[in-house]
């Protein structure tokens, strides 16, 4: 119960914060009339719209947006044509009048005091109304974007909205007897009228511009904030962080040099001078990582939001197989999954030493002055991520949408079902080899002939023919050759390349058989591919679940050349 008496709170402080500006002039047009027929329905119209609005945004897809967008354009033509009808209450032009008479239901004194045109203002009101994002709104719509639809999420969001609406309705009383006062003393109501006509017409230009989340928003609503904090623990709810807020994103020291790159992609190098004010993610990567692969949908929707809002995502490539240092190749992965943000080449890995880095992928977030705040290593984490990112956004003076990163991912990128894992990622060069099973182990420095067992235990793999294998990978010295595991995971995916650049054959067999629905989307049902490439290749996604199974890829060319095993 405390948390609505605490989003009711939260919405009563917005009348302090700068936010709520561009919505005064709609709500004080109507100043002059009665409040039980006028502005109560329009505030109740006002709460409804926005927590239907906001609720949404924080759990809807792209379709909700596009509504939303169709729904303020309707309320700003709406707040246009009763703009009008307040300046200019003769107007009768023949090319205005569809929309003066729109104006002219909400603006007349015969109509306008119902019910019924109040409270349409009201629901356009709640439509425009973009609240500063403080600890408490913060908290409410990281909340709905974690547990999703839901009539509590409503709830509270409306319980915010109401709280808003009762400060705005102590201002609407104040302000109509001031307006009735200065009626009496000047003699002057037309042109009161007309001067708030004027102020709604240039609150509808604000909002069509941007400039209420853009402009107002970088007005300190430090004091809001910090308002809202002590309401927190006030109640007994303690510290609402970081899901609305960044106190509880500790300083751990300054932001490490991006300097010393081999090159960068997507940009010119940025170093402190260019982040300068910008809330920075960085993204240590590389293209063949299979929990890179998984992790760079969300990084990329991420940008996708927030990069108007102020946060500048940097993609750090450190290699991890010597492919991985060819610039083209790298070039190929960033067009391939559509990365469009800046992409540093760390292939001497100058920024990941800097960072003191130990993992791919590995995520850093600094704020505005330029100070790391947050980190996550591996995959996962998405939503405490996108916290982080909106708290210090905020903090910075951003007001982010209230709607939340969608992050669009298949075929490999697709998340994995570690529920089902029972195989660990497998290298298959000498250097980190485990569970290798070919009989009489490795023959270093020369190709050798090897052979698989008749049998292979969960996580054993073998190869067959003639191999030469190194520190990182086996590679295929004779025609034809064989690498097999037996493995427990929905997903196998294979990390291939070629030596010589020439497309290689092969063909994949799960037990024995043709893998059939249970085909990777770099083979076909009856488990034919081709090596275009240094790349990871998905092979196998089961559909009924992931059982135990014996993987065995037959190479049809030489040169192919086997980097590792990674599952999902």
């Known amino acids: 119960m405390m948390i609505f008496l605490l989003a009711y709170l939260g919405g009563v ?17 109507r100043a002059d009339r009665p409040f039980l027929k006028s502005g109560l329905p329009l505030l109740a119209g006002m709460a409804v719209s926005f927590a239907a609005v906001a609720s949404l945004a924080a759990v809807g897809g792209g379709w909700a947006l596009e509504a939303n967008r169709a729904g303020r354009a309707i309320a700003l033509l709406l707040f246009s044509g009763f703009a009008l009808l307040l300046i200019f209450p003769a107007l009768a032009d023949r090319a205005m009048r569809p929309l003066v008479r729109l104006g002219e239901r909400l603006s007349s004194p ?6 019924a045109g109040s409270l349409l203002l009201g629901l ?23 547990s999703g639809a839901s009539a509590n999420t409503a709830l509270l969001l409306f319980a915010y909205a109401l709280g808003a609406a009762t400060s705005l309705a102590l201002a609407l009383l104040v302000g109509g007897r001031v307006f009735a006062a200065m009626k009496r003393s000047l003699g002057a109501g037309q042109w009161i009228r007309r001067i708030l006509g004027v102020f709604v017409l240039g609150a509808v230009a604000v909002i069509a511009l941007g400039l209420d989340t853009r402009l107002l928003a970088r007005i300190s609503s430090g004091q809001t904030n910090a308002l809202e904090g002590g309401l927190a623990r006030l109640l007994g709810l303690g510290d609402i962080m970081p899901s609305g807020g960044s106190k509880g994103l500790r300083d751990a020291g300054p932001l490490p040099s991006l300097d010393g790159a081999n090159a960068w992609l997507n940009s010119p190098p940025l170093g402190a001078a260019q982040l300068k004010g910008k809330v920075v993610l960085v993204d240590f990567w590389t293209y063949s990582c299979i929990n890179c692969i998984r992790t760079i949908p969300h990084v990329r929707a991420l940008h996708e939001r927030y990069a108007k809002d102020g946060l500048v995502v940097v993609g750090v490539h450190t290699p991890e197989f010597a492919f991985e240092r060819d610039l083209d190749n790298v070039r190929k992965a960033v067009r391939d999954i559509k990365i469009r943000y800046p992409v540093a080449i760390d292939n001497d890995w100058t920024i990941w030493r800097a960072f003191n880095n130990r993992y791919w992928p590995a995520h850093y977030l600094a704020d505005a002055k330029g100070r790391l705040r947050y980190h996550h290593f591996g995959e996962g984490g998405e939503a405490a991520t996108e916290a982080a990112v909106r708290a210090l956004l905020i903090e910075a003076g951003s007001q982010p949408s209230m709607a939340t990163a969608r992050a669009e991912a298949g075929g490999a990128a697709l998340a994995a079902d570690f529920r089902q894992v029972a195989t660990r990622e497998t290298y298959l060069g000498f250097g980190r080899a485990k569970n290798f099973a070919s009989s009489g182990g490795f023959v270093r420095g020369k190709a050798a002939a090897y052979t698989a067992p008749a049998r292979l235990e969960l996580g054993q793999w073998a190869y067959a023919g003639r191999w030469d294998v190194n520190y990182q990978r086996g590679r295929l010295a004779g025609p034809a050759g064989t690498l097999s595991i037996r493995f427990k995971a929905r997903d196998l995916h294979l990390v291939l390349g070629s030596a010589d650049g020439r497309p290689v054959r092969f063909q994949v067999t799960l037990d024995g058989k043709a893998p059939g629905a249970d085909r990777g989307i770099d083979i076909d049902p009856a488990g034919n591919g081709r090596i275009a490439g240094h790349r990871l290749y998905q092979l196998v996604r089961q559909r009924g679940g992931a ?18 095993f990674t599952f999902g």
Do not use: H, M, N, Q
């Not at 402080?13 to 047009?29: K, Q």
């Not at 015969?110 to 019910?115: A, E, Q, S, Y």
């Not at 059982?547 to 590792?564: Q, S, V």
């Open 124 to 146: 356009a009101t709640g439509l425009l109304w973009a609240p500063c994002a403080g600890p408490i709104l913060g908290l409410i719509l990281t909340g709905a974007a974690l």
């Open 110 to 115: 015969g109509r306008g005091d119902g019910l």
């Open 547 to 564: 059982k135990e199974r014996i993987f065995t890829i037959t190479f049809l060319d030489p040169g192919a050349e086997a980097y590792a």
């Open 13 to 29: 402080l917005t009348i302090l914060s700068p936010c709520i500006l561009p919505v005064l002039p709609f709500v004080f047009a």
